[in-house]
């Protein structure tokens, strides 16, 4: 299927700078996936970590579900990070910066891909990630837990009154 091509309207509120784009991606702790099945959309907002190198979001879920049954139907989603640097009183606006993506979420099987997306989690999440890490990277958790994948195919960045 072939992808239109769309561009901002209002070029000076583009981000395009990477470290920027992962700086808020780092900064915030929710990102939405927009998820489409059979012509039906649903979001979903689920924590993540991300990792840079490999150009990939990951969250957990429970294996099985409407995330689950919507990924499987179709793996392509749309998401979104945003910070919220909230509304200019007077101006009728709002400040704020967001990441875009389009990507394709995989469950993730293998118990060491798997242990390095729990811990980019619990380390970017928790203020104290050791003792959840001792409790949680154990291979009998890392066999029950559901680890999705979402790797990045196009991202951009956009901000307002920033």
């Known amino acids: 299927m072939d ?3 769309y561009h901002l309207r ?7 700078d990477p470290g ?9 702790r929710c990102m939405t996936l ?3 099945r059979d012509g039906e959309p649903y979001l979903a907002t689920v924590s993540h970590g991300y990792d840079a190198a490999a150009r990939c979001f990951y969250f957990h879920c429970a294996r099985r579900g409407k995330k689950i049954d ?3 139907a179709n793996p392509i989603v749309w ?3 945003l910070e919220d640097r909230g509304y200019l009183t ?6 704020y910066r967001t990441v875009q993506f389009r990507g394709r979420a995989e469950l993730v099987e293998d118990l060491e891909e798997k242990r390095r997306a729990l811990t980019l989690m619990i380390e970017r999440l928790e203020p104290d990630p050791e003792p959840l890490k001792q409790r949680l990277l154990v291979e009998a958790r890392l066999r029950g837990v559901c680890i999705v994948r979402v790797r990045v195919l196009e991202m951009t960045g956009k901000h307002g009154n920033s």
């Not at 209002?10 to 395009?16: C, L, M, P, T, V």
């Not at 007077?90 to 400040?95: F, L, S, T, V």
Request: aromatic share 2%; charged share 25%.
């Open 3 to 5: 992808q239109k091509t």
């Open 10 to 16: 209002r070029k000076e509120q583009a981000i395009s």
């Open 20 to 28: 920027e784009l992962l700086e808020i991606i780092q900064g915030q």
């Open 34 to 36: 927009a998820l489409c």
């Open 70 to 72: 919507y990924l499987e």
């Open 79 to 81: 998401g979104q990070v």
């Open 90 to 95: 007077g101006q009728c606006d709002h400040a």
